[in-house]
C-alpha cells in the first residue's frame, strides 16, 4: 500500500510538471465518459431499473393480439369490456385485473377551470399495481359501482390544490359538472400512467359490460406467485380459444397477451437507446486512443529517466505500475470533469425532448449508481489508455535506452502501435458517421414526405367537454357549432373547423365497417377503417383535397341522410375501378344507419409522418356523430399564435367554465412527429461529429510525432536530393495508410452493424450505398488534411540543422 502511494504522489507531481498535456488529456477523457454518463443516466432509469412499484416484475400489461389478415403487423390491440370481465373470470394465474383507460376530465368551483390527466380506472387497479396511499385510501371493492363518485388524487395536484392539507381527504371537488369525494393520495413517483394528476372509478353499466367488439380499454395485472409468463401465456391462450368458440362472430382471431409492465412502456426507446449507448462507447473508445497516443509519445520521451530508474533497482512492475498509477489518475480527473458534462447534458436532454416523450423521463438523473458506473469507466479507460504504452515498455532494454539517450528516432517500435491506434480510432469514428449520415438521411426523408394536408398558418387547440355537464349528443353539437361560428367571425381568420383526432397524433377510433353489397361478415371478420370526425370547413381549413364529390355543410345535420367522406386508400380497396361517391357502407357500431359516400378525400398521414402505406379513412360530420372531444382548427392570414388568445376567450364566452387545451400551430404538429427521429439523429451526430474530431486530432498528432521522429532521416533525404513534393507525398502516405485500413475496417464493421440502425431509419436502407460513400469520402477527406500540416513542416525541414540533430 506505501509503494502505491508513492506511485500516486510521483504521478501527480509528474503531470504537474506537464500542465498542457494533463489539461489536453483530462478534457479528451472528460468528453468521452461525460457523454458516455449522460447517456447511462438515461439507460439506467429507463432500461434497467426495475419499476417503483411492489414486486414490479409480476405486473404485467393484458393486451389484445388482433386478427392480422384484418390488422397486418399490428402486434397489440386494445381491449372489450366483455372479453375482459371473462379473462379475469376464467383465469388462475393472476392474483387481481384491473381495466382502464386514461383521459381527461374538468376541475371546476376552484376559479380558473383546469383540465386534468384523469386514470378511469376499475376498484383494484391500485391493488394491482402494490401502491400503498400517502394519505387517506385508494379504492376499494365496490367502488367501481354507480354512484360512489369517489376520487384518488397526485400528490403533485394535493399539494397545490390543497396546500398539502391533510383535510383535503373527504372533501369534494366538482369534476366534469358532478361532486367527488377525494379518498386518498397517491405518492409521488408512483402515479401510473405517467403524468396522471386524478385518478376516478370507470364506471361500467351491465349493458356495457357485455359490448365484445369495442376494443377501447387497458389491462393490468398481478401475476400469482411462482407463476411464470409462459404459464400465463399459455393458460391466457387457451382462454382466447375458449372465448373464440363461445363467440365466432366477436372474437375469432383475437387472442391474448401477456407482456411485462417493464417492457411493455420501454420497448418503443430499447433499440435507440442502445444504438446511442453504443455511440457514445465508440466516442469513448476513441477518446482512449487519443491519449494512450499521447502517453506513448510522453513515455517515448522519458525513455531514458525510466532507464535509469530500471538501473537503479525498479523493477519492470513497478514501472509499468507508475505508469498506470498516472492514466488513472488522468481518467479520474476526466471522470470528475465528465461528471459535470454528464449533468449539463441530462439537464439539456430533459430540457428539450426527454421530459415530454421519454418513458420514465422523470427519473433521469446522475444519481448513485450513475456515479458508480462513472467511477468504474474511469477506471477502466485508465487501464486502457496505459494499456500499449504499457506494453511497448516491457519490450523496451534499458542499457539500449541509456546508450540512445534522448534521440528522437530512437523508439523504432513504436510506430507500429500508434498507427494501430490511428486505425482504430478512423474505423469507430466511421461506423458513428455512417449512423449519423443514414439518420440525416433518413429525417430528410421524413420531412419530404406530404402530410396530405397543408400545415402553414394553422392553429390547433382541444377542446374536450365534461360529459355530465354535456351529457347529450345535441348538448355537444350546439356547443361545438357556437364555438367554430364565433372563431370563424374572429379578425384575421380565413376559415375554421374541427376534428376529433387532428392529423400526426398515433390515436383516434378503428372501427369495423359492413359495405354494401358485399356478403354479411362476423365481426371479426370486418374489415377495420380509421374513423375521424370533421365539422364542415375542416377541409378547407387543414387543406385536405377533396379528389371527387361535395364537402360536408351545414345541411349534413341529424335530419338529413348520414353522409361520409372516404380516403382515396378506401375508395381503392372496396371500390376499385369504381366511382365511391354513392356508394354505401355502415359502421358496425353503429346498426341501422346506412351511410352514403357524397365525397373522395386526398389520403392523409393520420398516424404520423413514417406511415409506409396510406390508411384506409372514412369522416363522419361531427353533426351527425357528436363528440365530446374536439380541436378546433383556424386557418390564418397570418402567425396563427396571434389568434389563440382570441380562440380561447371565444370559447369562454360559450362557458366560462370550459378549458381549451394544447393550443399549437400544425406546423409544431408536424415538428412533434418528427421528434423522436430528430432526437436520435442529433444525438448520433453530435457523437459523430466528436469522434471525427477526436481521429483528427488523433492522425495530426501521430503525424506530427512522427515527423519530429524521423527528422534526421527527412534532412538525409532532402540533402540526397529529395525536394519538398517528395517529401510531402511521403508523409502524407505515412499517414494515410493507417487511416484507410481504418476506413475499410469501419466499412466491414458498418455493413455488419446495419441491422441496428433498420428500426431507425425511413425511406432508405440501412446500407445505403450513397451514405456509405459520402461519409468515406468525408473522413477521408477530414484524414488527408490532418495529415496536411505535419507534411508540410515536414517539407521545410533544413538539411543542415536535421544532420546536425544526429
Known amino acids: 500500500m506505501a509503494e502505491l502511494w508513492q506511485d500516486i504522489r510521483y504521478g501527480l507531481r509528474v503531470l504537474a510538471k506537464s500542465p498542457g498535456f494533463t489539461a489536453a488529456a483530462v478534457v479528451v477523457l472528460a468528453l468521452g465518459i461525460g457523454a458516455n454518463t449522460a447517456i447511462f443516466s438515461v439507460v ?63 376541475l371546476t368551483g376552484t376559479g380558473r377551470p383546469e383540465s386534468l390527466a384523469t386514470g378511469f380506472v376499475s376498484s383494484e387497479f391500485f391493488a394491482v399495481l402494490g401502491v400503498q396511499p400517502l394519505l387517506g385510501r385508494l379504492f376499494a371493492d365496490g367502488d367501481d359501482e354507480p354512484g360512489r363518485n369517489v376520487a384518488v388524487l397526485s400528490e403533485e395536484l394535493w399539494k397545490s390544490r390543497f396546500g398539502g392539507s391533510p383535510s383535503a381527504v373527504g372533501a369534494a371537488m366538482v369534476v366534469n359538472g358532478q361532486s367527488y369525494t377525494i379518498v386518498g393520495v397517491v405518492p409521488k413517483g408512483l402515479a401510473y400512467p405517467a403524468g396522471m394528476q386524478m385518478w376516478v372509478p370507470l364506471v361500467f353499466s351491465p349493458e356495457m359490460r357485455a359490448v365484445r367488439g369495442m376494443h377501447d380499454f387497458l389491462v393490468l395485472a398481478r401475476l400469482k406467485k411462482g407463476t411464470t409468463l409462459a404459464g400465463a401465456r399459455a393458460q391466457m391462450n387457451a382462454i382466447s380459444a375458449r372465448l373464440e368458440a363461445a363467440y365466432p362472430k366477436d372474437d375469432k382471431g383475437w387472442g391474448a397477451a401477456v407482456i411485462p409492465l417493464h417492457e411493455d412502456l420501454v420497448g418503443d426507446v430499447r433499440p435507440a437507446l442502445l444504438v446511442l449507448l453504443g455511440a457514445v462507447g465508440c466516442v469513448l473508445l476513441i477518446a482512449c486512443a487519443n491519449v494512450a497516443n499521447l502517453v506513448l509519445a510522453r513515455t517515448l520521451g522519458r525513455r531514458k529517466e525510466i532507464a535509469v530508474r530500471a538501473a537503479l533497482g525498479a523493477s519492470r512492475a513497478r514501472i509499468v505500475r507508475q505508469l498506470f498509477a498516472e492514466t488513472t489518475i488522468l481518467a479520474l480527473a476526466g471522470g470528475i470533469l465528465g461528471i459535470a458534462v454528464a449533468m449539463a447534458g441530462v439537464g439539456l436532454l430533459l430540457s428539450s425532448f426527454l421530459g415530454e416523450h421519454m418513458p420514465r423521463a422523470s427519473e433521469i438523473r446522475v444519481d448513485a449508481p450513475v456515479l458508480a458506473f462513472t467511477f468504474g469507466i474511469a477506471l477502466v479507460t485508465g487501464m486502457l489508455a496505459g494499456m500499449i504504452p504499457a506494453w511497448r515498455l516491457t519490450r523496451e532494454d534499458p542499457n539500449e535506452a541509456l546508450k540512445q539517450g534522448g534521440r528522437a528516432d530512437a523508439d523504432a517500435g513504436s510506430p507500429i502501435a500508434r498507427s494501430a491506434l490511428v486505425v482504430a480510432e478512423v474505423a469507430l469514428a466511421l461506423v458513428l458517421l455512417i449512423g449519423a449520415g443514414l439518420l440525416v438521411r433518413s429525417l430528410g426523408r421524413l420531412r419530404g414526405v406530404n402530410p396530405g394536408f397543408d400545415p402553414r398558418h394553422v392553429l390547433s387547440a382541444y ?18 357549432e357556437r364555438a367554430i361560428e364565433r372563431v370563424r367571425a ?53 387543406g385536405i383535397r377533396l379528389v371527387r364529390g361535395r364537402d360536408f355543410t351545414a345541411a349534413d345535420d341529424g335530419r338529413a341522410p348520414a353522409a361520409i367522406l372516404v380516403s382515396e386508400a378506401l375508395a381503392r380497396r372496396f371500390w376499385p375501378g369504381e366511382d365511391a361517391v354513392g356508394k ?62 382570441a380562440l380561447e376567450a371565444a370559447v369562454h364566452a360559450i362557458d366560462p367554465e370550459q378549458p381549451v387545451e394544447d393550443v399549437k400551430t400544425m406546423e409544431e404538429q408536424l415538428g412533434s412527429s418528427l421528434a423522436h427521429a430528430r432526437f436520435n439523429m442529433l444525438l448520433l451526430a453530435v457523437f459523430a461529429g466528436l469522434a471525427l474530431l477526436l481521429s483528427a486530432v488523433g492522425i495530426y498528432s501521430v503525424l506530427s510525432y512522427n515527423v519530429r521522429r524521423r527528422t534526421r532521416e527527412i534532412g538525409i533525404r532532402m540533402a540526397l536530393g529529395a525536394d519538398g513534393q517528395n517529401v510531402v507525398r511521403l508523409v502524407v502516405l505515412d499517414g494515410m495508410r493507417p487511416a484507410l485500413i481504418g476506413l475499410a475496417i469501419g466499412l466491414a464493421a458498418s455493413l455488419a452493424l446495419g441491422r441496428a440502425l433498420e428500426s431507425l431509419v425511413f425511406g432508405i436502407r440501412a446500407t445505403d450505398p450513397l451514405t456509405f460513400a459520402a461519409v468515406t469520402a468525408l473522413l477521408a477527406l477530414v484524414a488527408l488534411t490532418a495529415c496536411a500540416l505535419p507534411a508540410w513542416r515536414a517539407s521545410r525541414v533544413e538539411p543542415t540543422a536535421a544532420l546536425q540533430e544526429g
Open 584 to 645: 354505401r357502407l355502415t359502421l358496425t357500431f353503429y346498426p341501422g344507419v346506412v351511410r352514403e359516400v357524397v365525397g373522395v378525400v386526398g389520403d392523409v398521414k393520420l398516424r404520423g409522418l413514417a406511415q409506409t402505406q396510406p390508411l384506409d379513412a372514412l369522416y363522419a360530420p361531427h353533426a351527425q356523430m357528436p363528440r365530446d372531444t374536439m380541436s378546433l382548427l383556424v386557418r390564418t392570414a397570418q402567425d396563427p399564435r396571434s389568434v389563440a388568445g
Open 463 to 480: 377542446v374536450s367537454l365534461p360529459e355530465g355537464k354535456y351529457s347529450t349528443p345535441e348538448a355537444r353539437k350546439a356547443f361545438f
Open 44 to 106: 439506467n432509469a429507463v432500461l434497467l431499473k426495475s419499476l417503483p412499484f411492489r414486486d414490479a416484475d409480476r405486473i404485467v400489461s393484458v393486451p389484445h393480439v388482433p386478427p392480422q389478415d384484418i390488422f397486418p403487423g399490428m402486434k397489440t390491440f386494445s381491449v372489450s369490456p366483455a372479453n375482459y370481465y371473462d379473462w379475469k373470470a376464467q383465469n388462475d394465474v393472476f392474483e387481481r385485473m384491473s381495466i382502464y383507460v386514461d383521459g381527461s376530465a374538468i
Open 490 to 542: 374572429l379578425p384575421g381568420v380565413e376559415s375554421a373547423g374541427a376534428m376529433n383526432t387532428i392529423p400526426l397524433t398515433d390515436g383516434g377510433s378503428t372501427q369495423p365497417i359492413a359495405v354494401e353489397g358485399r356478403p354479411a361478415a362476423s365481426l371479426a371478420e370486418q374489415p377495420e377503417v380509421a374513423v375521424r370526425v370533421l365539422a364542415p370547413g375542416t377541409l378547407k381549413t387543414l
